[in-house]
């Protein structure tokens, strides 16, 4: 008699966990952005502007930049007045035309 009685009870209770996860509401992921929309914002913050970068921008988001040279480009514009041509970052020390190639794309003169 006591195991029929455990037994319904375990039963019991098995029945309302399972009764439970499935009644509970499912969590709708949203809907992913389209791949245009998340190409083009990869675009926009990837675009780095030479002439209001700061150091920390320059060495987080140009390949081949760290510190050092990060310095050295805001240097070269405290000095030398803003960048008139993406070229132009050949005349900062450290930087070559390899470095310069691999940044192309990424770097804006506003």
Do not use: C, H, W
């Not at 499912?26 to 389209?34: C, L, R, T």
């Not at 700061?54 to 480009?73: N, Y």
């Amino acid at each position: 008699m006591q195991n029929i009685y455990i037994s319904s009870l375990i039963f019991a209770f098995l029945t309302s966990i399972s009764v439970a996860t499935t009644a509970a509401p499912s969590i709708k992921p949203e809907a992913p952005a389209p791949l245009s929309a998340q190409t083009r914002q990869a675009e926009q913050s990837a675009k780095v502007n030479l002439n209001a970068a700061d150091a920390e921008t320059l060495r987080r988001d140009l390949f081949g930049i760290g510190a050092a040279k990060a310095k050295a480009i805001i240097a070269y514009r405290e000095s030398n007045g803003p960048f008139t041509a993406v070229d132009e970052l050949l005349e900062v020390k450290g930087i070559g035309k390899a470095l310069l190639e691999k940044n192309r794309e990424r770097i804006v003169i506003k």
